[in-house]
């Protein structure tokens, strides 16, 4: 299983522009997230979904869109990138059962965003 | 809203010694508590996790101690390796702020963990 993948890796933007990234995950889990993390900082949670068609917002949704259309994918969309959004983007999945490790989220490799 | 710190940024151990990283927290509502240990390019990875109904959970190599009385959550790691050194985050959640077992967790700023040969 390759677990929790997202594309791209790296991208340079400028501000105004729009850009999608991808998270596909494996593991069959009905949960997903995007959290993003800035220096010094612990992750944030942007978005999250608890299921295909499902989308809701964490802790800082502004400026970002989402779109659950397959259980194992998870869009996250800038729709006019701004330099505010310069960060590094990390998915996370976890599964619906209650209880023992089936609460843990699982992280991807992360896509790295510098909107100049 | 909930709150997490790291008491040090860094932590600097020799090779072979105990590391202890310590973790606080404002919401005495937290439920689970899980630490992530993330090298350098890479994503989280999941170390240990506890629940509220605890006080110490032990994996390999590392325990988790959990003290709700003043809010406090430490991780120990016996017999530190070069393979140890990353950033250690520790997050929290509240079931209440939760939908369902999908948990809104709140992390730390991290320990930046050194292992000096």
């Known amino acids: 299983n390759a677990g929790v993948t997202q594309t791209p890796k790296f991208r340079v933007l400028k501000t105004g522009q729009s850009m999608t990234l991808l998270c596909a995950q494996d593991?069959?889990?009905?949960?997903m997230y995007w959290y993003r993390q800035d220096p010094g900082m612990g992750l944030r949670l942007i978005h999250y979904?608890?299921?295909?068609?499902?989308?809701a917002k964490g802790e800082v949704p502004d400026g970002y869109n989402v779109s659950r259309l397959k259980k194992q994918n998870f869009l996250l969309g800038l729709e006019s990138a701004a330099p505010s959004q310069t960060s590094v983007y990390f998915c996370?999945?976890?599964?619906?059962?209650?209880?023992?490790?089936?609460?843990?989220?699982?992280f991807g490799p992360g896509t790295r965003l510098l909107v100049l | 809203g909930e709150s997490v710190g790291l008491h040090l940024p860094t932590l600097s151990v020799q090779e072979g010694d105990n590391s202890i990283i310590n973790c606080a927290y404002s919401?005495?509502?937290?439920?689970?508590f899980i630490w992530y240990k993330q090298e350098s390019g890479k994503g989280p990875q999941f170390i240990i996790d506890?629940?509220?109904?605890?006080d110490k959970r032990q994996g390999q190599r590392v325990t988790v101690l959990l003290n709700k009385t003043v809010k406090h959550l430490s991780l120990q790691i016996a017999a530190t390796q070069p393979g140890d050194s990353a950033v250690y985050f520790c997050?929290?959640?509240?079931?209440?702020?939760?939908?369902?077992?999908?948990?809104?967790?709140?992390f730390g700023s991290g320990t930046q963990l050194t292992v000096l040969p």
């Open positions: 979904s608890v299921g295909e068609g499902t989308t």
């Open positions: 506890i629940r509220s109904n605890m």
């Open positions: 997050a929290v959640s509240d079931q209440r702020r939760s939908s369902g077992s999908a948990r809104q967790l709140t």
């Open positions: 919401n005495s509502a937290s439920d689970y």
């Open positions: 996370a999945s976890s599964y619906n059962v209650w209880g023992g490790r089936q609460e843990t989220q699982y």
């Open positions: 593991m069959n889990h009905e949960y």
